[in-house]
């Protein structure tokens, strides 16, 4: 019975750091992604974002899960609460992290992407009493110390970097923490925050700030793309949160940026 249980552990894992790597590996093209998009508004961008990933995901919820599936994560107590809060947390990282790119801050943006890792390293050592074996130490320390090199370098304190680095490893310890099935996270992450989201769209639309008055036809076809392209990546990094350490993921993360 422990062999078995030592296998389904170790197969889990395996699934969780795989996950892990296509998910750093996916973030680390799309600022190419993002690029093409300009000179689209990053607010307007973030708005539609969350749209068609809410929408995508739920067509693919209700037909993996059905309505009955759907349904089954709110009964989960306060998970209401934390589904809007990741959902704000991300949300906040998205207009955040496209602003940075589409503003010419592509420096400090991947300094936060190097930073972020510690600090999902240290959440993990902190908030979920996570220990560090001699190897992940020494991945640790070592980045640390360039990262270290990397900001006396910059000259000043990355404040939007250190904002994009923070926001993101408190949503993964949201994602370790409700340890919720990827999709239907997302769905949740999404669906409660459509009541703001949808009239902000339509009177961007109406007042010829949207897509539809900035964008060429080719870009609108472009940004259809961004609910795939979201959950893709973030489905696979709830994958990896919920089967291997905060310090294993975040590590793993070093190889997005």
């Known amino acids: 019975m422990n062999q078995i249980n030592s296998a389904n552990k170790k197969r ?15 973030w680390g093209v799309l600022p190419i992604y993002w690029k093409l998009l300009r000179p689209i508004n990053p607010l307007t961008i973030m708005l539609y974002r969350i749209l068609l990933l809410c929408l995508l995901v739920f067509v693919i919820d209700l037909f993996f899960y059905k309505w009955k599936g759907i349904i089954t994560p709110l ?27 589409n503003a010419g801050f592509v420096i400090q943006t991947s300094i936060g992407y190097y930073i972020e890792p ?19 130490l020494a991945a640790f320390l070592i980045a640390c110390a360039g990262v270290g090199v990397m900001l006396l370098s910059y000259g000043e304190i990355p404040v ?30 999404t669906v409660f925050l459509l009541p703001v989201v949808i009239p902000v769209i339509i009177y961007l639309e109406l007042t010829g700030n949207g897509i539809y008055g900035v964008a060429e036809p080719r870009q609108i076809g472009i940004l259809c793309l961004a609910g795939v392209v979201t959950a893709v990546p973030l489905s696979l990094f709830s994958m990896a949160a919920n089967r ?9 993360e070093y190889l997005s940026p």
Not at 14 to 20: L, M, N
Not at 244 to 252: D, E, F, H, R, W
Request: glycine fraction near 8%; include cysteine.
């Open 160 to 189: 939007m970097a250190l904002c994009l680095a923070i926001s993101f490893a408190v949503y993964a310890g949201i994602k370790k923490k409700l340890q919720a099935t990827a999709l239907l996270s997302l769905f949740y992450e």
């Open 12 to 26: 889990e894992y395996k699934k969780g750091i795989g996950a892990a790597i296509l998910c750093a590996l996916l």
């Open 75 to 101: 009964k989960q107590k306060g998970a209401i609460r934390v589904f809007l809060l990741a959902g704000a947390v991300i949300s906040f990282n998205w207009g955040l992290y496209i602003y940075m790119v």
């Open 118 to 136: 510690l600090v999902i390293c240290i959440f993990g050592i902190v908030f979920f009493k996570e220990t560090l074996e001699k190897y992940k």
């Open 244 to 252: 291997i350490s905060m310090v294993a993921l975040g590590i793993t």
